[in-house]
């Protein structure tokens, strides 16, 4: 069963913007404020790579270099949903984005290993 939607995604031309959602199922059977989330990314032949990362109640945050200032990761608890909202957005954006819980409330991370529930991701295209 699903437990992280992600939604948001699309096409945008380079230098827009795009706000991504990962929604907690009500099947879930977990609590999202419970675990550290992040959001990660694959483009089309390369590896899954750390974009964001978020403590259980926001107050701490990462980004990888390549998103920092352009990127900016929320959650709202009380709506079970993480944001990813990101701005200026490149060509080199462009990849699948999916989020995922830490595997544990104690793990604050951004290496995949570290994550162990991922939603099924949205494509976004950022074209030039």
């Known amino acids: 069963q699903v437990q992280l939607v992600e939604s948001g995604g699309g096409l945008v031309q380079a230098g827009g913007s795009l706000r991504l959602s990962c929604t907690l199922s009500?099947?879930?059977?977990?609590?999202?404020?419970?675990?550290?989330m992040g959001w990660f990314r694959q483009a089309p032949g390369k590896d899954r790579e750390f974009v964001a990362r978020i403590s259980q109640f926001g107050g701490d945050t990462a980004y990888a270099d390549s998103v920092k200032g352009r990127f900016t990761i929320t959650r709202d608890n009380a709506k079970k949903i993480v944001y990813l909202e990101m701005n200026r957005l490149k060509p080199e954006d462009t990849a699948d984005y999916y989020c995922?819980?830490?595997?544990?409330?104690?793990?604050?991370?951004?290496?995949?290993?570290?994550?162990?529930?991922w939603g099924q991701g949205t494509q976004v295209t950022v074209s030039s």
């Open positions: 995922a819980r830490s595997r544990s409330t104690t793990v604050f991370s951004g290496i995949s290993r570290n994550y162990n529930v």
């Open positions: 009500e099947v879930s059977g977990w609590s999202i404020s419970d675990y550290p």
